[in-house]
């Protein structure tokens, strides 16, 4: 049962505009998300993260909106760049003092220059 | 330093075989974990360390062992693998190890993994 999922494995995007990555989840236990990027032959890469307590947060090029009614959330990239390319996973964890996180499926942008 | 570096990068072995992966940090981290990726899917836990005591093994089965000397290292030692084993290994490690009331989740950083192929 996957509990995190991203429903688009693809997505293509010119650059300079934006890039919307999105991110359902079933387990209402969830309570801190997160972002991570992969390129090829390297570990993920931590982005940016949220709180259940806040429905934005903001890093530079990078938002994440987090939607608890709808158990949404999704991170917006703007401007993209090429650099950008890679595969995306966003990722939840439940309850203190709990350490594992679950990860969705994975979106592989690609940045068109 | 700010990286978790992973040994070896490739690994072929057969299925008699004994080998161990290894994992280190040298960040002050207190929790390290060992992730498996399948091609195409994304990273599962497997095991967890928090204060270098095993807090968390999601079922793995026994033919993977895995180890915390001390709290910049981490090893996984593998025996009797199944061709279904191949995957990468991802290792990572974290600050706190687990969060307390009113404090985010740690964030886990993590190395560049090792490709291992079961023949």
């Known amino acids: 049962d996957q509990q995190v999922k991203q429903n688009s494995p693809s997505l293509s995007v010119q650059e300079g505009r934006i890039s919307i990555l999105n991110c359902d989840y079933t387990n209402s236990m969830f309570d801190y998300f997160l972002w991570y990027k992969k390129y090829p032959a390297e570990g993920p890469t931590f982005l940016i993260s949220i709180s259940s307590i806040k429905d934005k947060n903001e890093d530079g090029r990078f938002t994440v909106f987090l939607n608890k009614s709808a158990k949404h959330l999704s991170l917006h990239i703007v401007p993209s760049q090429p650099g950008d390319s890679a595969v995306y996973f966003c990722a939840a964890s439940e309850g203190f003092g709990n350490e594992k996180l679950t990860f969705g499926t994975g979106t592989r942008l690609t940045i068109i220059p | 330093d700010t990286e978790v570096t992973q040994t070896p990068k490739h690994l072929v072995m057969g299925m008699t075989n004994k080998k161990s992966l290894k994992c280190e940090q040298h960040?002050?981290?207190?929790?390290m974990y060992w992730y498996k990726q399948k091609a195409k899917k994304p990273p599962e836990l497997m095991f967890v360390?928090?204060?270098?005591?095993?807090?968390i093994n999601e079922s793995v089965p026994s033919r993977f062992s895995p180890e915390c000397p001390n709290s910049s290292l981490l090893n996984l030692h593998l025996h009797a693998l199944q061709p279904e084993d191949s995957a990468l290994y991802l290792c990572?490690?974290?600050?706190?190890?687990?969060?307390?009331?009113?404090?985010?989740?740690?964030?886990?950083?993590f190395g560049p993994g090792t490709r291992l192929t079961v023949l």
């Open positions: 360390y928090s204060y270098e005591k095993l807090s």
């Open positions: 990572a490690s974290s600050p706190r190890g687990g969060r307390g009331v009113g404090q985010s989740t740690d964030t886990q950083y």
């Open positions: 960040m002050g981290h207190r929790a």
